[in-house]
């Protein structure tokens, strides 16, 4: 797992005289006939009368705690840390959702067993066929991983509800406190679940 920063990617922009306002300028003069060509063509293709795809029916269970630190609670999970899990889950639902792709189905009404006990993450995939039974399509189970107090780990796995199968699985370490986990996970659905630039 690749180690990351637990902020947000930053945009990097190259140097280039090339990209000085006054260059940019003097390209936009020099391509004024071709700009305004295709300011008259642009209503031509504005609307292709192609459908978008609907969004897919996402069941995102709460994410669930792995703690391998050396302070690991023998009792189970503290109540700060289902607290903290909570607000990781929730963002995770807002993020899937903002991206466009994805609609949610309620996992609240999950009558299964390793729903309630948090444990999906050692039920070898069962979380598909608890979201087929919701009418989801697809099921996101999200991990946190307490590696020690100052850095944890995120890993996201996104399966078909039908057939259980893998669709996109990604993981990254972070370096920062518990209270990082809900940017973490934001930032790894994001640049890495969320992009085209990661395989899934």
């Not at 391509?31 to 063509?41: H, I, T, Y």
């Not at 703690?67 to 607000?87: T, Y």
């Not at 699985?169 to 085209?196: E, I």
């Amino acid at each position: 797992m690749r180690e990351e920063r637990n902020t947000a990617r930053p945009l990097r922009v190259r140097a280039d005289r090339r990209n000085a306002p006054g260059a940019v300028a003097r390209a936009i003069v020099r391509s004024g006939g071709l700009l305004l060509l295709c300011a008259l063509m642009a209503p031509a293709f504005a609307d292709t009368g192609k459908e978008q795809p609907a969004p897919v029916r996402l069941a995102v269970f709460d994410f669930e705690l792995d703690d391998v630190s050396a302070g690991a609670s023998k009792a189970g999970e503290k109540a700060a840390d289902i607290a903290l899990l909570k607000a990781v889950s929730e963002k995770a639902r807002q993020v899937m959702v903002q991206s466009g792709r994805y609609s949610l189905v309620d996992t609240g009404g999950s009558d299964s067993e390793q729903v309630k006990g948090r444990s999906l993450k050692t039920c070898d995939g069962c979380e598909a066929a608890i979201a087929l039974k919701l009418g989801a399509e697809q099921s996101l189970l999200g991990v946190v991983t307490r590696v020690e107090m100052s850095s944890y780990a995120v890993q996201v796995q996104i399966r078909d509800a039908r057939t259980g199968k893998l669709v996109n699985q990604q993981s990254a370490v972070f370096l920062g406190s518990d209270d990082g986990w809900s940017n973490g996970a934001a930032s790894l659905l994001r640049h890495r679940v969320l992009s085209n630039d990661y395989p899934p």
